[in-house]
């Protein structure tokens, strides 16, 4: 019999272990795990883990409304050439995704695309004006299982107790963009000594802490399933380790971009390196790291969040906030967090496929399950050189990172492979 895919000589995450082994698949799926086999086509993971797909909580797709920056075809080009095979898009479009169709609209693109399985995220609130709930209702019969007003916080503690009730009974997640508005307000990095030196109004850490803080009381009260996204002060991983030990169901997420740098890198005034949350101290870089690697913090999440070449030629002030991160992210955390096979593909695929409810991805290289993996070369050396993403707004353009994804395989097929 002939497969139409063979994975050859790779280091296979199985629900037993990594093995040294060949995978064939065919139909969609894994067929075998170990064996003698033909393929139409072949891959040769020499040197490489073979894992599931990775599946991305949070990022950007610009679409609908501001395809200039991004579109689900180009987003989804980054997400293969990045190892991921699902992606879930943030809400914060134009119009935003606060109804059914238009949840219903970005599945239906994603599936013309068919280089990755883009789910969408569902707004909170309409118009994600944090005043009148969206149809949330509407919402889950369209697929959305992740809750969130990004880019914003719903700062109405009342309105947030409502949706939150109400999404608790369904199983969904409220997923959170912790930023007090009125603490963060005019600020474009981390308050301390750097912002200081350079007479640059900063953002202090309590306004993303203070968010969380009442956050975390609210899930006390409702039971609803807390998600914090990009968490960024060593404070708030104090924060979700003492809900998780009182058995609260909140978990959490942190970026590529927060674990390679601190508020150091803002010194040169690159606006790649405009984000928000800011980086924050080396103290607090390094406590992200600890606790990726602990598994306290559960997931990475990039926050591909394109910009325009335009718009980011110009003084940090002035920059939109916000950087690219689907094509550095796997070599980022493997440069700067040095996890082995195991813990990786849990952080990067598993745990966020199961957070955010995504059932044909995060499963360990088996028979019979989906055919959604990805290739990676651990310790291969590569420059920060080029993007498939319509944007170049990076922080790790023109480093060398090591760790390389090799090959994407979506839904059987081969979507993004190096020629080595």
């Known amino acids: ?16 272990g990594a093995q040294a082994t060949d995978l064939a698949i065919s139909d969609h799926a894994i067929l075998a795990v170990g064996g003698s086999f033909d393929g139409a086509e072949e891959f040769d993971a020499h040197g490489a883990w073979v894992g599931p797909g990775l599946v991305d909580l949070h990022a950007h797709f610009r679409e609908p409304g501001q395809e ?44 013309q695309v068919g280089l990755c399985e883009i789910i969408p995220a569902g707004a909170i609130t309409m118009a994600r004006e944090g005043a009148v709930l969206s149809h949330l209702d509407e919402l889950w019969e369209a697929g959305v299982r992740v809750f969130t007003d990004d880019g914003d916080s719903v700062s109405d503690t009342g309105l947030l107790r409502v949706a939150m009730e109400y999404l608790t009974e369904r199983g969904a997640v409220i997923a959170q963009h912790a930023e007090d508005r009125s603490l963060a307000a005019g600020g474009h990095m981390h308050e301390g000594s750097l912002s200081s030196r350079l007479g640059m109004k900063g953002i202090p850490a309590e306004a993303e802490e203070v968010v969380v803080t009442r956050d975390l009381a609210l899930t006390r009260l409702t039971g609803c399933r807390y998600h914090v996204q990009h968490v960024s002060s060593a404070r708030t991983v104090q924060l979700v380790s003492a809900s998780k030990a009182a058995g609260l169901p909140v978990t959490a997420e942190v970026t590529p971009h927060h674990l390679a740098f601190d508020d150091a890198a803002v010194g040169t005034l690159d606006p790649s390196f405009k984000m928000y949350p800011p980086l924050r101290s080396a103290t607090d870089r390094d406590e992200l790291r600890a606790a990726l690697a602990s598994g306290l913090i559960d997931a990475v999440a990039t ?3 394109p910009h325009s ?112």
């Open 68 to 111: 200039w920056k991004e579109d689900i075809r180009s987003g989804s080009e980054a997400a293969a050439a990045g190892g991921y095979t699902a992606v879930v898009a943030m809400p914060n479009t134009q119009p935003a995704v606060d109804s059914g169709h238009i949840a219903r609209l970005i599945r239906d693109r994603s599936r």
């Open 309 to 420: 070449a335009f718009e980011t030629e110009v003084p940090f002030e002035e920059a939109p906030r916000g950087v690219i991160g689907l094509e550095t992210s796997a070599a980022a955390v493997l440069t700067y967090c040095h996890l082995d096979q195991v813990s990786f593909f849990d952080r990067l695929s598993v745990t966020p496929a199961r957070i955010g409810q995504i059932d044909r991805h995060g499963r360990l290289v088996a028979p019979g399950e989906p055919a959604n993996l990805t290739v990676i070369a651990p310790d291969e050396e590569w420059t920060v050189d080029a993007f498939r993403s319509k944007a170049e707004n990076s922080p790790f353009r023109s480093l060398t990172l090591a760790g390389r994804v090799r090959a994407t395989v979506f839904e059987g097929r081969l979507v993004h492979a190096l020629v080595t």
């Open 303 to 305: 926050d591909h969040a």
């Open 1 to 16: 019999m002939k497969y139409e895919l063979v994975i050859r000589n790779g280091l296979v995450l199985t629900p037993d």
